[in-house]
Each structure stands twice: as structure tokens, then as C-alpha cells.
């Protein structure tokens, strides 16, 4: 079987639904959980160290019945910028975007400042992403700013 | 006159532009000439400190009274329903019923932020935890333009704490409208965060690090001194350092003569006794300058119009 035609495949296998391609290797599993805590009962099927178009390895991710809206995408993009999102119906891709990078993240991660008032009061954390020299999240409470790798990194 | 303040929350001295700054402090300067104005006659507001801090909620308070207006309110989080495990955001709600601005203090980061949400009234920051506290900034800014007749262009040196120092995080950032050089006076361990460093150069702020007192007191208009907590070091560490960053009378001998010693206060033993007596010595006045600042917040944040020379709103 050729690459083409097994990947192909493995995008195609799901009747409705969402395949993430193009997942960095290795962050597969970080981003499986990441779905797990938004959706535990979401049916997810997952490829690892697949061979990638431009040669090397990439994770994929299908997920059955959930047809990610371009906000889904956006809080995973600290985990896999690159990756792409392939939305399915009937076996068919009917839509295809990449994952960017928000503006803001709403309610996704939590403050790595144990001071910080969002940890003791009923509101969802909220953090800018400033992409400087390097990217980082600043709490919209605290004001604190922090390394997109604090959040990637110790959480999974 | 179209007051930019009115009916806004002041939660971080980020929020403020350079033209709101200025605003705020001319305002200030006008207080401070006029004397006690009523420009918060029959206005009730709720001076909340869930955390003590007597010096700033006294600084507030007098500043309130001074301009006519009524407080209500507690010093610390002892005897309120917080300590019955009420979120802040529930606290908030109920105040915001009763009273028609709130000035709050929290230990934690990021509750005035919080607080200024829920509120449908103006919040003022008065504290929260290690991140802002814009009215110290406000009467800094407000104290450095009073003695040195502007803001722009200055040489101003930031001793002591530089790490943990919320104070001198705020001015930097705040005096970065106007084109400062900076001097870093710091033991290594207490030195600028890497992160106000980066918002420095960023705007194109030029600042260098001194090795002493002595090698910066010359060169600058405003000697910015804060507290090195002994905490933080061993005891013979710390002697070593106190020698270091303690101003002595006889180190102001190089000084311009305009140049002013300023320090958010209280201070321990970082400024001798002695420097009181000289024409530098400029933080007791700043200290008095607070109430002037706060009562330009107050007024400000309270009244569409603006107090004009005659005494009128306008
Ligand atoms: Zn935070």
C-alpha cells in the first residue's frame, strides 16, 4: 500500500467527526488528554509515529462525532501549532484549517501563580498570548507572564 | 473638559496612558493648591482591606474625607464574612449595592481585576497581593513632576529590593512614558526581573546597573530607595549588603542640588536618620503627597466634571 493510500485511510476511517494530522511525534498523547478532560466520553482512536509527507513522524488523532469548531482547535495550539484539522462527514473531508494560535485562552489553562485570586474564586482563567522573543501567556488577573512551556510542559 | 478618569476602574497602572497620568496629576497639583474641595459631597464609598494595611487605607481614607464623602467599610479580613468562607466575588456583589466606589486591598493577585468585574461601581486597587497598587505609583509620578517641575528626561536610580519590589516595578513601567534613564542599584540576588527588563527595552528605555550608591548619586535627579528585607539573608550577608545600599548624609555631598531622596516608606535602616535634615530628603512630603494624589483618583473617577481654577465643577 502506498503512504498516500494509507494515510488516506486512516484519515478517512471515521464516518463524522474530526482527524487532528500533522501532530508534532510525541505530542499525541498530551493532546489525547487534553481532549479527554473536555470530553471523557469522546470515542478517540489514535495513530503514533506515523510517517509524515516531508519525511519523519507524526501523531494523528480521530475523533469520532465531534466536529471541532476553529475555538476547539485554538486550545490545542500551544501543544501542536502545526498540526491541521480535517473535519468529516460521511467518510468525506468537508472542511480543512490549521490550528492557530488564539489570542486569548479562556478557561483552558490554569494560572501557574499559586497566589493568583483565580484559584479561590468561581472565574475562568483567562490568558493574552504575547508572541515575542518567545511565546507567553499573561493572566489577565494576576498580570503575571509566563512561558508557553509551563503550561505544556507540567500539564498533560 | 472631558475628564478620560470618570466612572472608570483603576486596577493597574497599565490601564492608565501617559495623557491619563499627566491628567491625574495635574489634578493632584490643583488639590494641593486649592486645599479641601467638596467633590465628594453625599458620595458613600466602601474602603474594603482584606488585608491590614494601615498607612495606605489612612492615605485613602483621608483622602475621602478631605473631599466631603462618607466611608464605610473594615481594615482587614478578620471579622468580615471572608473568613466564613464567602468568595470575594459574593463580598463584592453586596458592597457594590451599598456604596457608590469601592478601594480595596487583597492579598491575593489579580482580586482587584476580579472585584472591578463583578462591581458595577468604579474599583480602585489599593493593593493586590505582589502585583499592582497604581495610587503609590499615582503619588510617586505626582511627587517626581512636584520637585523636579516635569516627568520627561529624568535620571532617576531604583536602590534595593528590585526583585520582589512591587513599588519600583510600577514606576518603571509608568515612567516609561516619559523617556527616563535608569540606574539599578541591587544585591545580585534582588536584582530587576528579567521580564521588566524585557518591557524596558522594549520601549526603548535605557537603563544600566550601578555597583553603588555612591557611583550613582551624582549622575541622577531622583534616588528611588526601597527596603532590602533581612529576611532574605543570612545575618553577616546582610550587614555586608546594608553597608552597601544604607544613604548616608555624607554620600549627598556629589548630589545635584535638585536631586531628591524618594522611599514608598516604611523604611528600616536603608535611609540614616541623618539624610532627614538635607535638602534631598524629599519622602515625607511624598508620603503627604499620597492624600493629593488619591483625592485626584477620587474626584476624578467620581465626577464627570473637572475642578476648575475658580473652585467649580466644570
Ligand atoms: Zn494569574
Redesign the interface.
Known amino acids: 500500500m502506498s503512504e498516500h493510500r494509507r494515510e488516506k485511510m486512516l484519515v478517512e476511517a471515521i464516518q463524522n467527526g474530526t482527524v487532528i494530522d500533522h501532530i508534532p511525534a510525541g505530542k499525541g498523547l498530551t493532546i489525547l488528554g487534553r481532549l479527554q478532560l473536555r470530553n471523557a466520553e469522546v470515542r478517540l482512536t489514535v495513530g503514533l509515529n506515523l510517517p509524515s509527507h516531508g519525511g519523519g513522524m507524526k501523531d494523528l488523532i480521530k475523533i469520532d462525532d465531534w466536529r471541532f469548531t476553529e475555538q476547539d482547535a485554538a486550545e490545542l495550539a500551544l501543544f501542536a501549532p502545526k498540526a491541521t484539522v480535517n473535519i468529516i462527514e460521511e467518510y468525506r473531508v468537508v472542511r480543512k484549517f490549521p490550528i492557530g494560535l488564539p489570542e486569548t485562552f479562556i478557561g483552558v489553562f490554569v494560572c501557574p501563580n499559586a497566589n493568583c485570586i483565580t484559584h479561590v474564586e468561581p472565574v475562568e482563567s483567562r490568558f493574552s498570548v504575547i508572541q515575542e522573543a518567545t511565546l507567553q501567556l499573561r493572566c489577565h488577573y494576576c498580570e503575571r507572564a509566563f512561558a508557553d512551556t509551563l503550561f505544556t510542559e507540567n500539564k498533560s | 473638559m472631558n475628564n478620560p478618569l470618570f466612572d472608570r476602574d483603576v486596577v ?1 497602572i ?1 490601564d492608565l496612558s501617559k495623557a491619563d497620568i499627566e491628567f491625574i496629576i495635574e489634578r493632584a497639583a490643583a488639590l494641593k493648591q486649592s486645599g479641601p474641595m467638596p467633590l465628594l459631597k453625599d458620595r458613600l464609598i466602601a474602603s474594603c482591606f482584606f488585608e491590614a494595611s494601615t498607612r495606605t487605607r489612612l492615605s485613602f481614607e483621608a483622602a475621602v474625607q478631605r473631599l466631603g464623602g462618607t466611608i464605610i467599610g473594615f481594615s482587614d479580613s478578620g471579622n468580615t464574612s471572608t473568613k466564613k468562607g464567602e ?3 459574593d463580598s463584592i456583589h453586596m458592597i457594590a449595592g451599598y456604596a457608590d466606589a469601592i478601594i480595596m486591598r ?6 482587584a ?2 472585584a472591578a468585574e463583578v462591581a458595577n461601581i468604579p474599583v480602585i486597587n489599593g493593593g ?5 497598587h497604581p495610587s503609590q505609583t499615582l503619588l510617586d509620578l505626582f511627587s517626581i513632576a512636584e520637585c523636579q517641575g516635569r516627568l520627561d528626561g529624568l535620571s532617576i536610580a531604583l536602590v534595593g529590593d528590585l526583585k520582589y519590589g512591587r513599588t519600583v516595578h510600577s514606576l518603571a513601567q509608568a515612567m516609561g512614558h516619559f523617556k527616563p534613564r535608569f540606574y539599578f542599584v541591587a544585591p545580585e540576588a534582588l536584582a530587576m526581573p528579567a ?1 521588566i527588563e ?1 518591557s524596558l527595552r ?1 520601549a526603548g528605555i535605557a537603563f544600566e546597573y550601578a555597583d553603588s550608591l555612591e557611583a550613582v548619586v551624582p549622575l541622577v535627579d531622583i534616588l528611588y530607595m526601597t527596603r532590602v528585607q533581612k529576611e532574605r539573608f543570612d545575618p553577616t550577608e546582610y550587614m555586608h549588603l546594608a553597608s552597601q545600599f544604607v544613604l548616608r548624609p555624607e554620600m549627598l555631598k556629589s548630589a545635584k542640588p535638585s536631586m531628591r531622596v524618594m522611599h514608598p516608606l516604611p523604611r528600616v535602616d536603608e535611609i540614616h536618620p541623618a539624610v532627614d535634615r538635607t535638602s534631598h530628603a524629599y519622602y515625607f512630603q511624598q508620603a503627604e503627597n499620597g492624600v493629593y494624589a488619591r483625592q485626584a483618583l477620587l474626584s476624578l473617577v467620581m465626577n464627570e466634571g473637572v475642578l476648575s481654577p475658580g473652585g467649580g465643577l466644570v
Open positions: 493597574s497599565g468568595t470575594l466575588t487583597h492579598p491575593r493577585e489579580g482580586s481585576r476580579l493586590d497581593g505582589a502585583n499592582q521580564y524585557d522594549a
